[in-house]
């Protein structure tokens, strides 16, 4: 589940059962997040933020307002379609080879040597979309920006909220009622007063700007604009709050030197811009009290995105105009009708140099030569990659548009990101003076009409995001055991011992690769690099998947089309779907990695008896030296790196890499001998324990150890890195306690260890981002920042930090954070009854404490693993009919297992509203977390069986036949095994099984 719009975090289960399984804190913090007023913040879109029913935010539903709200947010899964939903064209298969062999030789009765050699080779091969249909999406990104959603949804309530949001904020309802109050010429008398105190109060060289060639723009000419705007079309609010930026694009052209709309109509300042005046003139045909802002204009960023909702670009028909014009025609365009605005082009410091121009700086001599310059050596550079995607498909014209949005992006500037003057300023310009802008969603070819903006680019109904992958692996084991066995029947030291040496060797050499599906035309260089904006993602609706004919299929094409309204529209403009539905995608290398992994053990171990076996001890050692060779190659990266190598062409995009000759851990080297360039080390781990019979009956006893698990060779941290080993350190004390009969067999045991780099638990990808901040400069790799911009190219800044905002994509190497520390610590109870010969009893019982000693993020020091259960019980009995009875060899098992409710994780509240946990001091606040359990287990498996020989011959083969059934009451419960890992209990199964003994 994508945090932002819902306030749900990241990583939650997405189920309907998580309506009651969340606390009432927690279920009261998400009730309060989305109630209006602590909704992830957007810069305000009006010029007053109290005019927004005392908040700002973005514009979407009221998600949760209770339990059923939330419940109903899922409603349709079920155990049956939880989880991965593959699909029966995914694939997963492995062919393996694997040989054993031993070999024991006994020199004397003390001496006995033992010789175990094995080998196994898999082949793996697999298909999978790599998404799960629990990682649901309420939003395609919540970083802080001027962003609307598409309101033409399928869910007529969900529209009904987010349009009345919409309109509320450009005063549409309140306009809409004023003019349906007034006649027409009461209106155009109106507005002739908001022109006339413009007129008195701007500046003469503001007002100079309503000059264009041929003559001037009248007080009769701006009052029939600005009235045909308003009012012309009719006073539905739908149209009155999308009046505001069709104004401004209706005047952005008529002069071709300045753009009218920013200088004129949405000028920075308020006291010198026509809207404000005419705003004030609206409010007095409601109480002719302009302080009274029933009708406060709203900022003219949010008035052009009403508009440009139902604005899209056809690629027809420019694609058309282009192949027209040809290059000479489309450069005239540039120069001319203001589509390069002079205030983009280079002089003194300006914002783009484009290479090879002549830009000395030299202001007052040669300011209008050096901008002519930079216009028409741009403006031929932009219709060369037009003309070279134009005449074929729209595909390919979108395709040739995304090199320009290229040359902006990563070239015309040494150091920032200029896409957005491309993209918000001279590309909306050019399709205006070409005739390509149209209301339809869709051209009379089938395909998609990309949306005007960019920054039109909310999805605010649940989604799930797939990519289709293949993967291969390698991996080749060999190992060799030798095991040295003496059992002196003389020792200097009393009692009964025997001494085991120990030599383990084990390599293995492995080798991944995948394969991620692209779209057609993606940007592949030389090396292999490619793009990750270019991985042709699927886009599903959640109430697709929850159809019971829904089937998650294989192809070369793009799955997205079935999104309801302009969603498609805002996926094709950002590149996230192609506008051809048709499109072929392909299948191009993203990751591969290689890993040799060198272990040799050497150990011994002392057993002792003393008293006649009344006091046993176990005294060993073992010293392991791990050597690893490790690199990898991920060729998908971010971006194109930025501007040109000496000979004048793009730099060559590298993929990330990473190569270790070996790892290094000193907290458990010894320093036994000279390291090779750092590629060995070594770990000692010993172990300790004693067993005591304090009676016949009763014993104690203890034990320590230290342990490591050999590595695999692909655990990269986030930097690419290899973690270290798995570490522990534990200690266990306990009773045991035996009957005389042996009917009652019993141990009671506390213990503790301490694990380092824990395989099985690690940060939650919002965690990691927190550990690892894009704020510190020793993180860059894995950020990309882009500061956020509204639709004239200006950075927004957040009034409450005055801070330019920016938008920060984590983008990992690896996957892991090295060094976290856990404890797990409990008792443990194990009692054997056997009260008859044929009836046996077993009781298990354990709990379970865990701890997170250290993190990299320190907040989490303290808190409870995810994924353990306090409380774990086993009980068993078997019955084994008697002899003598007909049903002699048969016998029946019942095992019922319990385990209490685990963990899923621990959710820190997002203080700031930013759609992200927080997990430090946030807005004067302290981080605030709240826990989620799952459903208990309750598992019970039964057994019958039948064992015996085949003939009452001695000689005669023996067999034994079983069925077991697994989950006899079909019990199916949501339980946790780790961070974020929700998972339902197995249904109800059976298994039969035959063995024959000859």
């Known amino acids: 589940m994508q945090g932002g719009p819902t306030g749900l975090p990241r990583g939650i289960v997405a189920d309907p059962k998580l309506a009651d399984l969340i606390e009432d804190d927690f279920l009261d913090y998400l009730i309060n997040y989305n109630d209006g007023t602590l909704r992830a913040n957007n810069p305000t879109l009006t010029n007053d933020p109290s005019l927004q029913n005392g908040q700002s935010g973005p514009l979407i539903p009221d998600y949760i307002t209770d339990r059923d709200s939330l419940r109903a947010l899922f409603d349709g899964i079920t155990p049956q379609n939880t989880g991965t939903a593959f699909g029966p064209d995914a694939i997963n298969t492995k062919e393996s080879i694997f040989t054993l062999g031993e070999i024991s030789h006994r020199f004397s009765d003390e001496l006995e040597l033992k010789l175990a050699l094995a080998y196994e080779n898999v082949d793996g091969e697999s298909l999978t979309p790599g998404g799960s249909t629990n990682q649901i999406q309420h939003s395609l990104s919540t970083s802080i920006s001027y962003k609307l959603p598409n309101l033409d949804y399928d869910s007529t309530e969900f529209s009904a909220i987010t ?60 009052v029939n604009i600005i009235y045909d705007a308003y009012v ?104 001319t009708n203001a589509v390069i605005p002079t205030w983009m082009l280079n002089y003194n410091g300006g914002q783009i140099a484009y290479d090879g121009v002549d830009t000395n700086g030299n202001q007052l001599a040669d300011l209008n030569s050096e901008r002519d310059a930079q216009r028409d050596a741009l403006s031929a550079e932009i219709a060369k990659l037009l003309i070279a995607g134009a005449g074929g498909t729209s595909a390919d014209l979108w395709l040739a548009l ?101 030599l383990d060797l084990d390599k293995r050499e492995a080798t991944q690769r995948r394969e991620e599906q692209f779209q057609e035309g993606s940007l592949v260089y030389d090396n292999g690099v490619v793009l990750n904006r270019d991985a042709a993602y699927n886009y599903t609706l959640l109430s697709e998947i929850l159809n019971a004919n829904f089937v998650q299929r294989f192809d070369m094409n793009q799955s997205g089309y079935n999104l309801p309204g302009g969603a498609e529209n805002v996926l094709a403009t950002l590149r996230n779907l192609p506008v051809n539905p048709d499109n072929q995608t392909v299948f191009y290398e993203s990751y591969s990695a290689q890993t040799e992994v060198d272990t040799t053990g050497l150990w011994t171990a002392a057993s002792s008896s003393f008293f006649d076996g009344r006091f046993r001890t176990l005294i060993g050692g073992r010293v392991d030296t791990i050597d690893i060779k490790s ?192 404890r797990s610590q409990g008792v443990e109870f194990d009692l054997y009854f056997n009260p008859t010969s044929q009836l046996s009893l077993f009781l298990g019982y354990a709990f379970l404490d865990t701890e997170i000693l250290k993190s990299s993020l320190p907040v989490l020091e303290g808190l409870e693993l995810p994924g353990t259960a306090a409380h774990n019980i086993n009980l068993t009995a078997r019955y084994n009919f008697p002899r003598s009875s007909m049903f002699s060899g048969c016998f029946v098992s019942v095992n019922q297992k319990y385990r209490s409710s685990a963990l899923l994780d621990s959710y820190f509240a997002d203080l700031d509203y930013d759609g992200d946990q927080d997990f430090f001091v946030t807005n004067g606040e302290d981080p605030k977390y709240y826990s989620l359990r799952l459903e208990e287990q309750h598992i019970t498996d039964l057994t019958l069986g039948w064992g015996g020989r085949l003939g009452n011959e001695r000689t005669a083969p023996s067999a034994r036949f079983q069925l077991t059934i697994n989950n006899l009451f079909n019990s199916l419960d949501l339980y946790s095994t780790g961070t974020n890992r929700a998972r339902y209990t197995e249904e109800r199964s059976y298994r039969v099984s035959a063995n024959f003994t000859f």
């Open 163 to 222: 349009t009345q949001d919409l309109y509320d904020l450009t005063f549409a309802p309140e306009l809409s009622t004023l003019f349906d109050a007034n006649d027409e010429a009461t209106i155009r008398t109106s507005i002739q007063t908001g022109i006339t105190a413009w007129r008195a109060a701007a500046p003469t060289w503001r007002q100079s700007r309503l000059t264009w060639t041929g003559g001037s723009l009248t007080d009769a000419d701006l």
């Open 232 to 335: 012309g079309g009719g006073t539905d609010i739908e149209l009155i709050g999308q009046a505001h930026g069709a104004l401004q694009n209706d005047l952005k052209y008529l002069n071709p030197d300045f753009d009218l709309a920013a200088d004129v109509w949405a000028s920075g300042s308020a006291s010198q811009s026509l809207d404000t005046y005419i705003y004030d003139a609206f409010d007095t045909l409601d109480d002719n009290d302009p302080s009274n802002d029933s009708v406060e204009r709203p900022r003219n960023t949010l008035g052009r995105q009403a508009w440009a909702l139902e604005q899209f670009i056809d690629l027809e028909e420019l694609n058309n105009q282009i192949v027209t014009l040809g290059e000479a025609g489309i450069t005239t365009i540039f120069d």
């Open 402 to 502: 995304r090199d320009v949005e290229d040359l902006f992006q990563f070239y015309l500037h040494p150091e920032d990101d200029i896409k957005w003057m491309w993209g918000n300023n001279i590309f909306p310009a050019l399709i205006s003076n070409l005739g390509a802008l149209t209301t339809e969603r869709t051209s009379t070819s089938g395909e998609l009409n990309p949306s005007l903006y960019n920054s039109n680019n909310e999805i605010l109904v649940p989604f799930t995001r797939s990519l289709w992958q293949r993967s291969y692996s390698k991996d080749e084991n060999m190992s060799a055991r030798l095991t040295l066995n003496f059992t002196p029947e003389d020792f200097f030291l009393p009692g009964e011992h025997q001494f085991l040496f120990g």
């Open 631 to 822: 690199d990898f190659k991920d060729y998908k990266i971010r971006e194109l790196p930025r501007g040109l190598d000496e000979s004048g062409n793009p730099v060559q995009a590298e993929p990330n890499t990473a190569d270790t000759d070996g790892i290094r851990y000193n907290d458990w080297n010894l320093g036994i001998g000279d390291r090779e360039d750092g590629s060995t080390d070594v770990f000692f781990t010993p172990s300790l324990g004693a067993l005591f019979w304090i009676t016949d009956q009763l014993g104690v006893f203890g034990n320590y150890s230290k342990s490591v698990i050999s590595p695999t060779g692909f655990q990269y941290d986030i930097f690419g890195v290899l973690t270290p080993p798995e570490t522990g350190e534990g200690q266990e004390v306990g009773f045991k306690f035996a009957s005389k009969d042996g009917r009652i067999n019993a141990q009671l045991m506390a213990f503790r260890i301490d694990k380092k780099n824990d395989q099985r638990s690690n940060l939650s990808w919002s965690q990691m981002q927190a550990a690892l901040p894009a704020s510190d400069p020793a993180n860059s790799a894995i950020w990309d920042i882009e500061i956020v911009r509204d639709n004239d190219g200006a950075p927004i800044v957040d009034p409450a930090t005055g801070e330019v905002r920016v938008r920060e994509t984590f983008d990992p190497l690896g996957f892991r954070v090295a060094n976290e520390e856990i």
